[in-house]
């Protein structure tokens, strides 16, 4: 099992590339912000409550998204390996990430982490704003929030996995297949060690 983080703030292309690298490397992709937001449009207790945070830039308390992955994980017990996009986002998510992963005997095998300047993430942000419906996406003061919320809760969780030389920096600005690219050249070579 080969598992990954895509790591960066919001707007850095987490999304927008976890969904090219899934279909490449046969991997699951786990979003939390879509698990969450799907619970949003179903309506479920959990989901309405998690809209009051996002919409106002906040996180979801930790151990709401920690039993939503796994679930996940445990729902998917034969796939190639997982690729975690938005989570962890807290010390403890990531705490919690490790005993989970133990259990499987699958650690993570890199952060790839997305370098992205904040001008270019609210401007990236209030463009999807535009069309994309979602609420989080259309308020400058929300935009910053969340880099805030970044910033403060989820940069350090970086230093979690520096310490066992697994974060790789990747320039989060350029075209979606340059930065495709250059992720994949990184994977390739951690897939090329492990073998
Ligand atoms: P997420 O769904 O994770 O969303 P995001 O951080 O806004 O960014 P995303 O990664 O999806 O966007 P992308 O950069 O691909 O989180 C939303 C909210 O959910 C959080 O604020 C929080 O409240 C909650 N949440 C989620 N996970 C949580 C957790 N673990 N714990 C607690 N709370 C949690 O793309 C952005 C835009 O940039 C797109 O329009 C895209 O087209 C564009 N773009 C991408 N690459 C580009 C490029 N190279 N050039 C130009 N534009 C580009």
Known sequence: MFNLILFGPPGSGKGTQSEK??????LKHLSTGDLLRSEIQNK??????????????????DEVVIGMISTALDSNPKCDGFLF???????????????????????????????????????RLLKRGETSGRSDDNNDMVIRERIEQYNRKTAPVADHYKEAGKVVMVKGE????????????????????KA
Do not use: W
């Not at 350029?174 to 060690?193: H, P, Q, Y």
């Open 85 to 123: 996009d938005g989570f962890p986002r807290t010390s403890a998510q990531a705490e919690a990430l490790d005993k989970l992963l133990d259990l499987k005997k699958a650690p993570i095998a890199a952060m790839l982490a997305l370098d992205v300047s904040e001008e270019e993430l609210v401007k």
């Open 44 to 61: 479920t207790p959990l989901g309405n409550e998690a809209k009051k945070l996002m919409d106002k830039g906040h996180l979801v308390p």
């Open 174 to 193: 350029g075209s979606v297949d340059e930065i495709f690219s250059a992720l994949c050249k990184e994977i390739n070579s951690r897939i090329k060690t």
């Open 21 to 26: 690298l899934t279909a490449k490397y046969n």
